[in-house]
């Protein structure tokens, strides 16, 4: 494991969707990061901000229009079908809503093994003997294997979800709203977990959420996006002690605090987020980022 | 005297207890929490006091009062009233605002009229005062270029305006208590952060009532005066919503506030950090 090449390195990413046959979504324009080995990058940003594209992108779940992703190093942005599948158990991913993840009509135990089959690495009773160790890893009961998936609570699918992205060995585990649909207690049960399986595995996780309060816990660096584009990224501290571009600030001031001794005053605002939709040939302009701190870039504004 | 006073409801779906023996008053003027997580009987609790869980499902009140205060002092118990009084107790008395406006607004007309039409009902106005009227509300919640909004349909706008027609129609006539059953979960953080901004601001103008449905401890915590904590069909604890975020008696709530995330908590922190779960969930 190479000390200076990060896990992932995207370089000048962008994405753009159809929106109708003159305009285009601007999803994620000149997206440029790195995630390193055994640290939590979280994306954070409103509806429609790019994020779950962006994620997407470096999973290849998405081809992008310009830029490139590096694994390891290696370039893996133009790699087919098949020359992608090794580099896929690199990267695993959890998305938010662990209802529509698990086919209802599968053991639950049969689609934590069905990667370890796809990718050659067990088959038989070591398969088996492998998701048992997944479940218990995660918190859940050997025998629960044989269950369906309707037999579980919402936290306990999404324990499921993460012993199958688990199953693999991953460096990187893509958490995209993973916790978002999740009551309190039982989001922070899993994410407790997900620390625990960062500290026991070394894993590297890109954390996808739209709560702040969520990802000021988790995170060790973070990124904030604004219409498809990075506005600020830097060390978790950075962000949230010392926020520098005026939407980072907006967004932290627009989150409730769960303390009623710091009740926040609203200013009667009305003003919300521009489209991303642009006729063909235009464009959002490109954001300039300056440094504002050791790792902490920010936006120029005007 | 209190404005509504809740005793004792208890709802069932044939064999299930969705309420159970649930008691709280809500004082005129003030905003009262509810939270409670998935299931804990929250919504089911609203639908009941606005006599619109009956309609189209096997729920049954099966026993409780819900004691309201008329303008005039006298009170009345929704529990008994018939159909006839209840149509008239909502909109007028108590007004009610869901989590996905778009779901709540009809998408054939255009939102202008969807306001005037609830004030053609409930106040017999002509359609020419009522558009009038209709047409001040979308400045009493704060929507811009009025008079080009007033004429759009729903789609046509974010959810964040959509939820404020929402409002429009829940205050056009004057209710005493507005229910508002998770009003920001569907929304975006900031727009959150202007439609609570606007719900308060519009208490203080109108001295509506609120009653706050919501699973989210950072809303409470900003909005609410009073807190009833819910879990399972029950009341676990109410309280001031102080003693129930800095001396919250019973495991449950104890539980609940210590895994909740905290913006700010991890000032000063490198590094990322487990909750330390407190109460039930030890």
């Known amino acids: 494991m190479s000390t200076l090449e990060p896990l992932v390195r995207v370089e000048n990413v962008s994405k753009r969707f159809p ?75 959890v998305f938010q809503d662990p209802f529509a993840s698990l086919d209802p009509r599968v053991r639950v135990g049969t689609a934590v093994i069905e990667p370890l089959k796809v990718h050659a690495i067990a088959s038989g009773e070591e398969a088996e003997e492998r998701a048992g160790n997944l479940f218990e890893l995660v918190g859940l009961e050997r ?20 012993a ?25 049960q899993v994410m407790n977990l997900l620390l625990d399986l960062q500290q026991e595995l070394g894993l590297s996780y890109l954390f996808i959420s ?31 002690e010392n926020p520098t571009h005026s939407y980072t600030r907006r967004l932290l001031d627009a989150v409730p605090i769960a303390d009623p001794h710091q009740r926040r005053t609203r200013p009667l605002l009305t003003d919300e987020i ?29 | 005297m209190a404005l509504l006073a809740l005793k004792d409801l208890t709802v069932t779906f044939d064999d299930l207890t969705a309420v159970d023996s649930v008691s709280f008053t809500i004082e005129p003027g003030e905003t009262l929490g509810v939270v409670g997580e998935s299931g804990s009987g929250k919504s089911v609790t609203a639908l009941s006091i606005m006599r619109l869980i009956e309609m189209g ?17 006298s009170t009345i118990d929704l529990f008994t009233q018939n159909e006839a009084t209840m149509r008239g107790i909502r909109g007028n008395q108590i007004a009610m605002i869901f989590q996905e406006p778009l ?36 400045d009493l919640v704060r929507i811009p270029e009025a008079d080009k909004r007033i004429r759009q349909y729903p789609h046509e706008m974010s959810g964040g305006m959509r939820q404020r027609i929402m409002i429009a129609v829940a205050l056009c006539c004057g209710p005493r208590l507005l229910i508002a059953d998770e009003p920001t979960t569907a929304l975006d953080v900031t727009i959150q952060a202007q439609i609570l901004g606007l719900i308060k601001q519009l ?80």
């Open chain 1, 19 to 93: 929106a109708d046959r003159h305009a285009q979504v601007h999803a994620v324009t000149n997206v440029s990061l790195h995630i390193d080995h055994g640290e939590t990058l979280a994306v954070v940003g409103e509806s429609g901000c790019g994020k779950s594209t962006l994620a997407n992108l470096i999973i290849r779940l998405h081809d992008p229009d310009e830029g490139r992703v590096l694994l390891k190093g290696v370039d893996i942005t133009h790699l087919d079908p098949r020359e992608i599948r090794p580099h896929r158990k690199t990267m695993q991913i």
């Open chain 1, 143 to 162: 025998s629960m294997l044989r269950n369906f998936p309707h037999q579980f609570s919402g936290g306990q699918r999404q324990r499921v979800c993460i």
């Open chain 1, 164 to 188: 199958r992205a688990l199953a693999l060995n991953p460096e990187l585990v893509i958490a995209d709203e993973a916790v978002s649909a999740l009551d309190v207690s039982v989001q922070a």
């Open chain 1, 210 to 240: 739209h709560d702040l309060a969520v990802v000021e816990r988790i995170a060790h660096r973070v990124a904030v996006m604004y219409l498809g584009q990075v506005v600020e990224i830097g060390p978790r501290r950075a962000i949230f």
């Open chain 1, 274 to 302: 521009p489209s991303p939709v642009w006729g063909r040939g235009q464009g959002p302009e490109l954001v300039e980022l300056i440094e504002a701190g050791p790792g902490h870039l920010v936006a120029r504004e005007n």
């Open chain 2, 57 to 73: 499902t096997r729920a049954k009140i099966e026993r409780g009062q819900a004691e309201f205060t008329m303008p005039d002092g």
């Open chain 2, 103 to 138: 779901t709540s607004l009809n998408p054939v007309y255009p939102v202008g009229e969807q306001i005037a039409e609830s004030l053609r009902i409930h106040e017999r106005l002509s359609r020419k005062a009522a558009m009038a009227r209709a047409r001040q509300m979308f």
């Open chain 2, 203 to 282: 208490q203080v103008e109108t001295g509506t009532a609120v009653m706050l449905i919501t699973h989210d401890m950072g809303v409470i915590a900003e909005v609410a005066d009073r807190v009833v904590v819910m879990n399972q069909s029950k009341v676990v604890e109410q309280g001031p919503v102080d003693q129930i975020f800095h001396s919250a008696k019973e495991p449950y709530t104890q539980g609940l506030i210590s895994a909740v995330p905290r913006l700010g908590s991890m000032a000063g922190k490198d590094d990322p950090e487990a909750f330390h779960l407190a109460g039930n969930l030890q």
